[in-house]
């Protein structure tokens, strides 16, 4: 937690700025020069919102070395080492870089999926794309070719310039079942199978074991208990969690009891229960992500999107993929689906079923599912936080599911709060997102490792 000494009258201050809508230009102090460290950034006159759930701080101050914060707090108690690089963000908003816990990485080519295209240097783009959206960490769900592990060690032996990658590499899915993508992933069909696959992936070195644990409506055969309760029992032997694609409640309750760690959706066949939400807590079983975004798409583009004509999102967008998605055969396409009428109903049902985890105390944290047709990287995080608020969770709770509880989950006690001796992950805002939360969109820059992503 970041230390904080102020007079009486700083917190009179303090207390003033933060409450108004956009702060006035702060006050320029003294400053005392210390040692040399020609290496270091200061960046200073900004509203810091640090993740970890208190106030802001009004006229704050950071120092980055190395890809880490070495110094945070006021700017009255900023010391600028001689020869730094000096930023001043006067009038400016500081956040954490976002987690999204739920993306598929390069799974498309024209709206369909194609393992072929999963490659290095399409895999790195995609991570730029994130990055400039200010999600600054990425938790890939199950649909990775084997070259994304030589990719986080370096990652993690170096300082990133472009997301940060969490992987659960080959994902567990139900042979004929629903999940995963045709060339990446092998379906299995007994336990002795799946106890394989688990134990492969572990060798390979993934974060989670991800598992599908769907029927489609009732048209594709559902992973049979036995095999789920396997692929958990084997991950755990290996120290590893497993987190599931569920939609269903009953499926859900049965991948609690045996003891599942993590839901990758949330329930959205119908309105979740107390037995459900007492499992969770029992259990210590973390909604992983809740992807309102994955469920607003589905029926999204019936008509012409409004965010079609937004260059915050068209700006990362081929001018291919917007024609398409405002043409009328393809609203045609979304409306003639068997299952277009109950989208609205699944999302209202994902809406209410996350605030009813968030206020039974349930931990929670963010994750959008994009990567698939209609799924955006970056923009589609920035939409899941609109629909939390739209949920009756407050920005505050938005903001933190997406840093620090995020962090949590994958256990980066260096990510997802911005104090000292943490990655200098972080978004520079032109206006306040604890007043609007579409205010996350107002992007001034962004930094990965202390690098300022272009």
Known sequence: MLARRFSSFAILAMYFLVGCTEPTQQIEEPEEVVSPSSDATVFRNFTLIDGNGGDAIPAAAMIVEDGLITWVGTRSQLQVPEGAEVVDLIGKFVMPGMMDLHV???????????HEVFTRENVEDELRTYASYGVTTVMAQGTDKDLIFDLIREQRSGLPNVARVYTAGQGIVYQNGYGGVVGINDPVATTDEVIRAVQEQSRKGVDVIKLWVDDEFGTMPLMPAEISAAAIATAHAENLRVVAHIF???????LATQGVDGFVHGVRDQEIDQELLDLMLENELWQVSSTLSREAAMFAYAERAPFLDDPFFTRSVPESILERLASPAHHESVISGPHYSQFPG???????????????GVRFAFGTDSGPPGRFPGYSAHWELQLMVESGL??????????????EFLGANHLGTLQQNNAADFIVLSANPLIDIENTRTIESVYVAGNKVE
């Open 104 to 114: 598929h990485l390069s799974v498309l080519e024209n709206f369909a999926f194609n």
């Open 346 to 360: 699944i999302l209202a049902n994902a809406k209410s079923n996350l605030k009813h985890v968030a206020d039974a």
């Open 248 to 254: 269903k409640l009953e499926d859900a309750k049965k």
């Open 394 to 407: 407050s920005p505050m709770q938005a903001i933190q599911s997406a840093t620090a509880h995020a962090a």
